[in-house]
């Protein structure tokens, strides 16, 4: 008998405590990725977003994250060309009236035309939607 004893205080403790949930731990406070996360875009490339002439930046955050996405991608620099236009700009440069560059959600990016295939691939893995190369010109028009 005496060892069952134990067997039995154990049990009593079991039961006692069975049905009391144990104490909450403190949940510890987790920051957002984005918020310790720094731009891999150069202080060069963020000016290069806003319009040449008048410095309008309406560029969308969704446009950011993809275009850094890119930059990750991307083996060489990505040099871009132009970002947000404001609509004098936009009939300047001879962009279409309702150029997704006057609401900042598209950019063009400098690229050799040997190289096009492959940026255009590593943008469409980044996200980008709409990929036009302009071989001829040098550049990749891309836009969400």
């Known amino acids: 008998m005496d060892a069952y004893i134990p067997l039995i205080i154990l049990a009593g403790f079991l039961i006692q405590n ?3 949930p144990p104490p909450a731990l403190p949940t510890p406070e987790i920051p ?3 918020d310790h996360r720094e731009s891999v875009l ?3 490339q963020l000016n290069a977003l806003k319009c040449r002439c008048c410095g309008l930046n309406l560029t969308d955050s969704e446009l950011l994250k993809k275009l850094e996405a890119l930059v ?3 083996p060489d620099e990505v040099v871009i060309t ?3 236009r404001c609509a004098k700009h ?3 440069v001879g962009g279409v009236p309702k150029s997704l560059h006057l609401t900042g959600r598209a950019v063009d990016v400098a ?3 040997s190289k096009q295939l492959l940026m255009g691939r590593c943008a469409a893995e980044a996200g980008f939607r709409i990929v036009i190369p302009y071989p001829s010109k040098g550049y990749l028009h891309l836009s969400l």
């Open 18 to 20: 069975w049905r009391t």
């Open 32 to 34: 957002a990725l984005e």
């Open 42 to 44: 150069t202080a060069k």
């Open 72 to 74: 990750r991608l991307y």
């Open 82 to 84: 132009s970002g947000t």
């Open 90 to 92: 936009n009939v300047r």
């Open 111 to 113: 690229c050799a035309a």
